[in-house]
């Protein structure tokens, strides 16, 4: 059992060495403990700082990608030096590298799939009570489009097996917090939390500058994904609402026309009519996007099984199935020299 802990960084050399040097070399069950640098586009020390603490494989981005990207691309990394968990956690030294060992036992136990840090934000001091009240709500809002029970889904601070990373595609451009729990809970992925405690401030985030682009970033992310996994229940809704709002002209029209009132309602009728048609729009677009939602579930089929001839297969099968044994992973070829950076081309992300 490989565990891999990758730490994306933008400028982190003030707090990298406290997060590397907070991190386990030794977790019960697990056989080997690697860590990856993702360097996305730093300007300063953070390399260096990684190298002087033993740090051999390193990730990096000519310019900044934004932490989405970082994340997928230290998880391609991860799956070929034979991961079997990937943990994530920030170079900011915001979470508690001693408690990885508690975030990859109920996966190694075969409990969960997916194991979220739950910072316990109402705890935590600098948080005003504007921005509590936000993580709460957009947690809700969160769970509501996985079907989950989440506390905390803003949590960087998480451990995946292999199985789940086959199974989850990032796409969004921000961050891939929100994203990944709603893949997952719609997948059936096991997911839980473990209670943490954080670590004193340091900085100030850099993927957004204020609380309302935070929420603005969310709310679009959230609205993807949930138009991803379940098209048919959004535009139905929709439909449903205008669909009503149309049928009560009519329906007031002919009520009037019934008491003998034969006043002008074009105007009402006009606007019922727009309101219908606007409705069967949203049923076509529904079916439509349904449509697609089933051929992209084809695809990621097609993607999960490249996974495995590209990395092994994942070892879930021997904890859900009982009697069947899975395939024993063949670990791929290491690189030929891991200490070696490798450059991703540029592209138009946020910052991390």
């Given at each position: 059992?490989?565990v891999v802990?990758q730490?994306?960084?933008?400028?982190e050399e003030?707090?990298?060495?406290s997060v590397l040097e907070?991190?386990?070399?030794?977790?019960d069950?697990?056989?080997q403990?690697?860590?990856?640098?993702?360097?996305d586009?730093?300007?300063?020390r953070t390399?260096?700082v990684?190298?002087?603490?033993?740090v051999t494989?390193?990730?990096?981005h000519?310019?900044?990608?934004?932490?989405?990207?970082?994340?997928r691309?230290?998880?391609?990394y991860?799956?070929?030096?034979g991961?079997?968990i990937?943990?994530?956690?920030?170079?900011?030294?915001?979470?508690?590298g001693?408690?990885i060992g508690?975030?990859v036992?109920?996966?190694?136990?075969g409990q969960?799939d997916?194991?979220?840090?739950?910072?316990?934000?109402?705890?935590?001091?600098?948080?005003?009570?504007?921005k509590?009240?936000m993580q709460r709500?957009g947690?809700?809002v969160?769970?509501k489009?996985a079907g989950?029970?989440?506390?905390?889904?803003a949590?960087?601070?998480?451990?995946?097996s292999?199985?789940s990373?086959?199974?989850l595609n990032i796409?969004?451009?921000?961050?891939?917090c929100m994203?990944?729990?709603?893949q997952?809970?719609?997948?059936?992925l096991a997911?839980?939390s473990?209670?943490i405690?954080?670590?004193?401030?340091?900085r100030?985030?850099?993927?957004?500058?204020n609380?309302f682009?935070?929420?603005?970033k969310?709310g679009q992310?959230?609205?993807r994904s949930y138009?991803m996994?379940?098209p048919?229940?959004?535009?139905?809704?929709i439909?449903?609402?205008?669909g009503?709002?149309?049928l009560?002209p009519f329906v007031?029209f002919?009520v009037?026309?019934i008491a003998g009132?034969?006043g002008?309602h074009?105007?009402?009728l006009?606007f019922?009519s727009?309101m219908?048609?606007v409705a069967?729009l949203?049923?076509?677009?529904?079916?439509?996007s349904?449509?697609?939602r089933?051929?992209?579930?084809l695809h990621?089929e097609t993607l999960?099984?490249?996974?495995?001839q590209q990395?092994g297969?994942?070892r879930i099968?021997?904890h859900?199935?009982?009697g069947?044994?899975?395939?024993k992973?063949?670990?791929?070829a290491?690189p030929?020299?891991?200490?070696?950076?490798?450059?991703?081309?540029?592209a138009?992300?946020?910052d991390?």
């Amino acid at each position: 059992m490989k565990v891999v802990i990758q730490v994306p960084c933008l400028n982190e050399e003030s707090t990298l060495a406290s997060v590397l040097e907070s991190l386990p070399t030794r977790i019960d069950g697990v056989d080997q403990i690697e860590i990856v640098i993702i360097d996305d586009g730093s300007t300063d020390r953070t390399v260096e700082v990684a190298r002087e603490h033993g740090v051999t494989h390193i990730v990096r981005h000519a310019r900044n990608m934004g932490l989405a990207r970082s994340f997928r691309d230290g998880v391609e990394y991860a799956l070929s030096i034979g991961a079997d968990i990937v943990v994530n956690t920030d170079g900011d030294n915001q979470y508690p590298g001693d408690r990885i060992g508690d975030l990859v036992a109920p996966i190694v136990t075969g409990q969960a799939d997916i194991v979220i840090g739950d910072r316990q934000t109402h705890t935590i001091e600098h948080f005003s009570p504007f921005k509590k009240t936000m993580q709460r709500f957009g947690s809700w809002v969160v769970n509501k489009a996985a079907g989950t029970k989440l506390p905390d889904a803003a949590s960087g601070f998480r451990a995946y097996s292999r199985y789940s990373l086959y199974r989850l595609n990032i796409v969004t451009q921000f961050s891939y917090c929100m994203e990944t729990i709603i893949q997952a809970g719609n997948k059936r992925l096991a997911i839980i939390s473990v209670p943490i405690d954080t670590n004193a401030k340091t900085r100030e985030s850099r993927l957004f500058s204020n609380n309302f682009e935070h929420m603005l970033k969310s709310g679009q992310a959230i609205l993807r994904s949930y138009t991803m996994y379940r098209p048919w229940t959004l535009f139905a809704t929709i439909a449903a609402v205008f669909g009503l709002i149309g049928l009560f002209p009519f329906v007031r029209f002919l009520v009037l026309r019934i008491a003998g009132n034969d006043g002008n309602h074009i105007q009402s009728l006009i606007f019922g009519s727009a309101m219908i048609v606007v409705a069967v729009l949203a049923l076509a677009l529904g079916v439509l996007s349904d449509l697609m939602r089933n051929n992209r579930i084809l695809h990621e089929e097609t993607l999960e099984r490249l996974r495995e001839q590209q990395y092994g297969p994942s070892r879930i099968a021997e904890h859900t199935l009982p009697g069947f044994r899975a395939a024993k992973p063949s670990v791929p070829a290491k690189p030929a020299e891991a200490s070696a950076a490798t450059t991703t081309s540029p592209a138009t992300e946020g910052d991390a």
